[in-house]
């Protein structure tokens, strides 16, 4: 393990050093070596197959206060609960290198809870709305009557309620349900889980699909450029080939020699689409320069607001993904943390949201030579929408409700000897190269006058009387 750090830290400091504008081109074969997926750089391969930076995940539930009076028509009442933190690892496996300079992998992630970074354990009870009896009620209410009765039957029968009060444990990773136990006996494939059912079921000891990306060896400036994802170039979940496009990286890292100009497109299997990050503002940390990339206002805009994204809807209020059409057609929706940069309307339905840019906003510090995150910080929020469906008793009178769930950070940084490396390499390094480059170029001026006086003086002396 040390020595892997050391290795990765070396080739940091070539990688870094080598693609430092002013000192190599992009075509420099200096920084295409540090830089380019190959098996045959140890260095930079191991940097890419592994990568370096711890990654936690911080969850932060919405615990309801006031269910009883939400199914009699109520505004709900949450508090927020959290964080609980769990440590991520991540391995890409089944690597397979092709003809046409790209790369095939599989990216397994697995979690650790972390109870000395959490605000309490995976033992705390929180209620929350039941996904399988609210989201299913959605779903099936344009169905006959007699239809919509039977399943409330089947609810009763299996003691399934409108509201869920579980530990976080449970929640998040699976708990024994008798309807689930009857669905995937009599109607197999209709739950996303096989087994336990819990909202983060699918994300531990899973992949996140077949990515196939650009090695740069062809061409440097589409380095981890994703090129197909589970063998397609686009996906089929949205309503236009713009929404269905699969643009930009696999979210890990970009090419090098970014401008201000320069956005991060990047493609998340976990909200089924591609999103782009624009430049904020310069920054520095650890005296390294970056440029800061944040979420644009319109990125979960409806189509009223923002026409490009018509292709994601059907749409509610800005600032609420429909991912309904990759999610079993479950009424849910992506949005950021408290409904930040969502609807200020969205706010009036629910009591307890206080959305900041501070704690809400999403955002990658990268380091713009290299391409290469500094500090990732990225923030979803899961969003259940719910109503009364008459026949279906368990929903009560509940009111039309955008109804958040719970809402997650997984954030990354570098730090210690990695982070020491880039601030030599980056800074450093590129100050004194700087200034032997001007000495240098004093030192040349210098010799060059001092030859021309010598010369004038030796041609008078010679300068026949």
């Not at 969850?59 to 609960?81: A, S, T």
């Not at 739950?191 to 909202?199: V, Y």
């Not at 600032?319 to 950021?336: E, K, M, Q």
């Not at 997984?410 to 450093?428: A, K, M, N, Q, W």
Request: net charge neutral; with cysteine.
């Amino acid at each position: 393990m040390v020595e892997n750090k050391i290795r990765i830290t070396v080739y940091f400091s070539l990688s870094v050093t080598g693609c430092h504008a002013g000192l190599f081109s992009p075509s420099s074969s200096v920084c295409w070596q540090n830089t380019v997926i190959d098996p045959s750089n140890d260095l930079s391969y191991t940097m890419w197959k592994d990568l370096p930076v711890p990654f936690f995940m911080s969850v932060y539930f919405f615990n309801v206060l006031n269910p009883q009076e939400i199914l009699n028509g109520e505004k709900p009442m949450v508090e927020q609960r959290g964080p609980y933190v769990y440590r991520k690892q991540a391995r890409k496996q089944n690597i397979t290198f092709h003809d046409n300079g790209t790369v095939s992998y599989l990216e397994y992630r697995r979690y650790f809870f972390e109870p000395s970074m959490s605000v309490g354990s995976e033992e705390d009870v929180v209620t929350i709305p039941n996904m399988l009896v609210l989201g299913a009620s959605v779903m099936m209410e344009n169905l006959p009557f007699a239809v919509r009765l039977l399943i409330s039957s089947t609810f009763k029968t299996f003691k399934e309620g409108p509201f869920l009060t579980k530990k976080v444990g449970e929640l998040m990773w699976g708990y024994d349900s008798g309807l689930v136990e009857f669905l995937n006996k009599y109607l197999p494939g209709m739950l996303p889980s096989s087994g336990k059912f819990g909202l983060f079921t699918e994300f531990n000891n899973s992949n996140t699909g077949l990515f196939t990306i650009h090695t740069g060896k062809d061409d440097i400036r589409k380095v981890h450029q994703v090129d197909s994802w589970n063998g397609l170039k686009e996906v089929s979940y949205w309503k236009t080939p713009q929404a269905n496009m699969i643009n930009g990286t696999a979210g890990q890292m970009w090419p090098p020699f970014m401008t201000k100009e320069t956005t991060l497109p990047f493609y998340s299997p976990d909200a089924c689409r591609s999103l782009e990050l624009v430049y904020e503002r310069p920054g520095v940390m650890e005296g390294i320069p970056l440029y800061r990339y944040v979420a644009p206002k319109t990125m979960f805009a409806n189509g009223s607001t923002y026409a490009p994204n018509e292709g994601f809807c059907p749409c509610r209020q800005s600032g609420l993904l429909n991912v309904s059409t990759c999610r079993y057609n479950s009424p849910v929706f992506i949005s950021h943390p408290h409904f930040f940069n969502a609807d200020p309307v969205l706010l009036d339905f629910v009591q307890g949201l206080n959305p900041t840019e501070e704690q809400h906003g999403l955002f990658i510090d990268i380091h713009p030579e290299t391409g290469v995150p500094l500090n990732v910080s990225i923030r979803l929020q899961l969003n259940l929408y719910m109503k009364r469906v008459s026949g279906i008793t368990e929903t009560g009178k509940i009111s039309e409700v955008v109804m958040p769930m719970l809402w997650f950070e997984e954030r990354g940084y570098i730090d210690g000897p990695i982070l020491s490396t880039f601030y030599t390499s980056l800074v450093v390094l590129p100050t004194v190269m700087e200034v032997l480059q001007y000495s240098f170029i004093a030192l040349g001026l210098a010799t060059i006058v001092v030859a021309v006086v010598v010369y004038r003086r030796l041609k008078v002396r010679l300068r026949p009387c």
